[in-house]
């Protein structure tokens, strides 16, 4: 027997209970009753004041802010719903934390995702959903289904319907090698030009030297990119492909993270007029107040639209090239 219509518990940590509010919203239903705490020894105490048993759960928290908080937050969220005989316990993790310590870069690195995708396991998750892992093969650490949805259906139509001005003399261009791939399925689905800077960096978070393949005279460059931290990369591309003739320059990204004072170097680099972001994890306070550079793509359409499938059994390889209607029903 599959599961009932009535089935779906959508449960919240506090890494971004608003993006949870539009998941329930448009899944025509609210947010289960739980909370999350800490003691004043800092260990952290959940409650869930809701029966869910035989319930199908899905317990949203992303990767940003105090991530290690809202790991555990996490964590016994999952376990708290499996000793209260949940049926399915799906994580649904828009921004992935630690996957970018997906391999063996030196000597004596630990592989963290790795360590994390053992803990979700541990914890009692039956599933995970993410999206657009920095690293494709974090899939590939979990003994459980994990899905990763895409921004790119979202992207696509951002461009289409902001760019149609300027879309004939538009260049896609990706900041470095790693994101290539993503870049140029972007580029080829608008059937827009691609080119690529190739970004040699002396340790992380630290990029002194960028040399770009591929032509931006004159055109609207548009960087793509799966994640803006400290922005670094993207401030430094913007200022080769400008340097490069391009009449202006934007950049898309998945996760807007911008940590440390990334805005504030936004606000000085005059090469870069707009970076938009999608709401996978909340802009922090700066973001939201000292600058007029950023814009929002709403993927909690996408999150929604892939619960329902999960939920109903339906296959959800349709999301990864096409962006789901506004309005979702979980019937």
Same mark, same amino acid.
């Given at each position: 027997m599959g599961f009932q219509s009535n089935s779906i518990k959508i449960l919240s940590g506090n890494s971004h209970p608003e993006l949870a509010r539009l998941v329930a919203r448009k899944l025509d239903t609210n947010v289960a009753n739980i909370r999350a705490t800490q003691f004043s020894s800092s260990e952290t105490s959940v409650t869930v004041g809701e029966s869910v048993r035989d319930?199908?759960?899905?317990?949203?928290?992303?990767?940003?802010?105090?991530?290690?908080?809202?790991?555990?937050?996490?964590?016994i969220m999952a376990h708290a719903c499996r000793t209260a005989s949940a049926r399915r316990i799906t994580a649904i993790i828009p921004n992935f934390p630690y996957g970018r310590q997906d391999k063996k870069d030196k000597g004596r690195a630990p592989i963290?995702?790795?360590?994390?995708?053992?803990?979700?396991?541990?914890?009692?998750?039956?599933?995970?959903?993410t999206m657009d892992l920095h690293a494709q093969q974090i899939q590939g650490f979990f003994d459980i289904p994990a899905d990763n949805l895409y921004a790119e259906p979202s992207i696509l139509e951002y461009i289409k319907d902001n760019i149609a001005d300027y879309y004939s003399q538009a260049v896609v261009v990706s900041p470095d090698a790693g994101?290539?791939?993503?870049?140029?399925?972007?580029?080829d689905r608008l059937d827009l030009p691609f080119a690529?800077?190739?970004?040699?960096?002396?340790? *992380?978070?630290?990029?002194?030297?960028?040399?770009? @393949?591929? !032509?931006?005279?004159?055109?609207? =460059?548009?960087?793509?990119?799966?994640?803006?931290?400290t922005c670094g990369t993207l401030i430094k591309a913007a200022e080769t492909v400008k340097a490069h003739g391009a009449t202006d320059v934007i950049a898309i990204v998945t996760h807007g993270i911008f940590s440390g004072k990334a805005i504030e170097k936004l606000n000085r680099c005059s090469a870069l007029s707009k970076v938009v972001c999608t709401n996978t994890v909340p802009l922090?306070?700066? *973001?939201?107040?000292?600058?007029?550079?950023?814009? @929002?793509? !709403?993927?909690?359409?996408?999150? =929604?639209?892939?619960i329902r499938r999960l939920h109903n059994g339906e296959s959800i390889s349709y999301l990864f090239h096409h962006k789901p209607l506004d309005l979702v029903h979980s019937a």
């Open positions: 319930e199908d759960v899905y317990i949203i928290q992303t990767g940003i802010g105090s991530v290690n908080d809202y790991l555990m937050e996490m964590l963290a995702a790795r360590l994390l995708a053992n803990m979700l396991q541990s914890s009692g998750f039956d599933h995970l959903v994101g290539a791939k993503r870049a140029a399925g972007i580029a690529l800077i190739h970004k040699e960096r002396q340790q *992380a978070n630290e990029v002194f030297q960028m040399i770009l @393949v591929g !032509d931006v005279m004159n055109r609207l =460059a548009i960087i793509i990119d799966d994640m803006a931290d922090n306070e700066t *973001a939201t107040t000292t600058t007029n550079k950023l814009e @929002v793509i !709403d993927i909690s359409g996408t999150i =929604a639209e892939a």
